[in-house]
C-alpha cells in the first residue's frame, strides 16, 4: 500500500463513451503524474501537475483530458478513445522541490481495454 | 534525447542463483538514478536510487552502484527468491525536473 490509490482497477469501454479515471493519493504531496504502460513500451508520462497546475503535457491527444481540482485528486477524462489507447493508466505523486531526487509514489494503475 | 535501456527480458533464474540486471542510460548531465519494481497486478514501486555518482542504492538485498564512467547503474542480488518475481524497471530523473524516463522495463522470474 502506497498511499495512492486509483478507480476503477479495470474499465473496458466503447470507441464512443465517456469514462474517468481517478487517483487520491495520501501522503501530502503537491505534484500527481499520470503515465501509460503499454505492452513492449516503456511508460510513458503523459501530464504532470504540480500546486494544481498542468506543468507538463507530453504531446498527448486530446481525447484524453486531464483534471486536477486539489492536490490530493487527479481525475483523466477519457472520450472517443482508440484500441491503441488499451493499456495500464497509472497515477503517481510526489512532494516537489524541484531537486529531481523526490520518490515518485505510484498507484496500482487502471487497466483500460477499449473495444 | 535522454534514454534509459535496459537488458532484453524475459530472465528465469532458479531459487538463490546470483542476479544482475544491466541498465545503461544516456543524458546530458548527471541524473539521478532509480530501481523501480512492478510486482503483478500492482503498481510501481521504488526499489532503490542513487542520486550522485559512486553512490549505492540499495534494498531488500538488491543494490546498484552509479557508475558515471560507464554510465551504468545495473541492479544485482546475490541470491534471489521466488517473491523475487517481477518487473524491474530502470529510470533517471535530472535535477530541476519533474520526469521520470523508464527503460522498457526486464520481467523476472524465479523458479523453486
Known amino acids: 500500500e502506497t498511499g495512492v490509490t486509483q478507480t476503477p482497477r479495470h474499465l473496458v469501454m466503447g470507441m464512443t463513451n465517456k469514462k474517468s479515471l481517478k487517483c487520491e493519493q495520501h501522503l501530502g504531496h503537491n505534484a500527481m503524474y499520470w503515465y501509460k504502460q503499454s505492452a513492449k513500451k516503456p511508460l510513458e508520462l503523459m501530464f504532470v501537475?504540480?500546486?494544481?497546475?498542468?506543468?507538463e503535457n507530453n504531446s498527448v491527444p486530446s481525447r484524453f483530458s486531464p483534471e486536477c481540482p486539489n492536490s490530493s485528486h487527479l481525475f483523466l477524462h477519457l472520450h472517443t478513445l482508440q484500441p491503441e489507447d488499451s493499456a495500464l493508466y497509472l497515477c503517481?505523486?510526489?512532494?516537489?522541490?524541484?531537486?529531481?531526487?523526490?520518490?515518485?509514489?505510484f498507484g496500482p494503475g487502471t487497466r483500460l481495454l477499449v473495444l | 534525447g535522454d534514454s534509459v535501456t535496459q537488458m532484453e527480458g524475459p530472465v528465469t533464474l532458479s531459487e538463490e542463483a546470483f542476479l544482475t540486471i544491466n541498465c545503461t542510460y544516456t543524458a546530458t548531465g548527471y541524473p539521478s538514478l532509480f530501481w523501480y519494481v512492478q510486482y503483478p497486478g500492482e503498481g510501481l514501486q521504488l526499489l532503490l536510487k542513487?542520486?550522485?555518482?559512486?553512490d549505492k542504492g540499495s534494498n531488500k538485498g538488491f543494490e546498484a552502484t552509479y557508475r558515471k564512467e560507464t554510465t551504468s547503474f545495473h541492479l544485482e542480488k546475490g541470491s534471489v527468491q521466488v517473491s523475487d518475481s517481477a518487473v524491474y524497471f530502470c529510470a533517471l530523473r535530472f535535477q530541476g525536473a519533474q520526469k521520470l524516463v523508464f527503460g522498457q522495463g526486464t520481467r523476472l522470474t524465479i523458479n523453486p
Open positions: 501537475y504540480s500546486l494544481e497546475e498542468r506543468v
Open positions: 542513487a542520486t550522485k555518482a559512486d
Open positions: 503517481a505523486s510526489s512532494q516537489d522541490d524541484s531537486g529531481g531526487q523526490e520518490t515518485q509514489y
